[in-house]
T-cell receptor, first 113, second 105 residues
Framework: KAGVTQTPRYLIKTRGQQVTLSCSPI?????VSWYQQTPGQGLQFLFE???????NKGNFPGRFSGRQFSNSRSEMNVSTLELGDSALYLC????????????FGPGTRLTVL | GIQVEQSPPDLILQEGANSTLRCNFS?????LQWFHQNPWGQLINLFY???GTKQNGRLSATTVATERYSLLYISSSQTTDSGVYFC???????FGAGTRLFVKA
């Protein structure tokens, strides 16, 4: 069974630009969650999508948004990039994050210059 | 919200030694997991352990849900065990700050 995949793996952007990251979950999983990892703040929950609906959201500004498609693939968008958005962005899939095991993808490393 | 504390923050072991990592959480968590983050950043699943005890080779974990803590045991450590270990769970999946483990050959 294929694992969680994320594209692209590396990305360099400049301040003010916007970026879209993609995550394909394990087949059959309906829950996709996104996390940001930085040296200063650690691993932080961004949001979760379940069956195309945002079910939970962390404490991030509205510049961070996402969506989920009918095939459970998810995209995360960050608009008006800031230097502080440089981070490793991880997505995880599960049958249902609240009560089941999550499996993480390899991550997208975003650098904002 | 839930807070998760991990200890120790850093750990250096000689190959072959045993260790115990601890995860305390401020409220009940019904989806606690332990992960190992490899040098490339990927989080590798170790245990999904809301309660009870599980073992997988040289690793085992115990969660005492009523006392809000979980322990990860590493026996006969190997250099490949080096990395950062995270525990996390909860309604919005809160992670601890991690334990950075270095195993010397």
């Amino acid at each position: 069974k294929a694992g969680v995949t994320q594209t692209p793996r590396y990305l360099i952007k400049t301040r003010g630009q916007q970026v879209t990251l993609s995550c394909s979950p394990i087949s059959g999983h309906r829950s996709v969650s996104w996390y940001q990892q930085t040296p200063g703040q650690g691993l932080q929950f961004l949001f979760e999508y379940f069956s195309e609906t945002q079910r939970n959201k962390g404490n991030f500004p509205g510049r961070f948004s996402g969506r989920q498609f009918s095939n459970s693939r998810s995209e995360m968008n960050v608009s008006t990039l800031e230097l502080g958005d440089s981070a490793l962005y991880l997505c995880a899939s599960s049958w249902d994050r609240a009560v089941n095991e999550q499996f993480f993808g390899p991550g997208t490393r975003l650098t904002v210059l | 919200g839930i807070q998760v504390e991990q200890s120790p923050p850093d750990l250096i072991l000689q190959e072959g030694a045993n260790s115990t990592l601890r995860c305390n959480f401020s409220d009940s968590v019904n989806n606690l997991q332990w992960f190992h983050q490899n040098p490339w950043g990927q989080l590798i699943n170790l245990f999904y352990i809301p309660s009870g005890t599980k073992q997988n080779g040289r690793l085992s974990a115990t969660t005492v849900a009523t006392e809000r803590y979980s322990l990860l045991y590493i026996s006969s450590s190997q250099t490949t065990d080096s990395g950062v270990y995270f525990c996390g769970g909860g309604f919005k999946t809160i992670f601890g700050a991690g334990t950075r483990l270095f195993v010397k050959a």
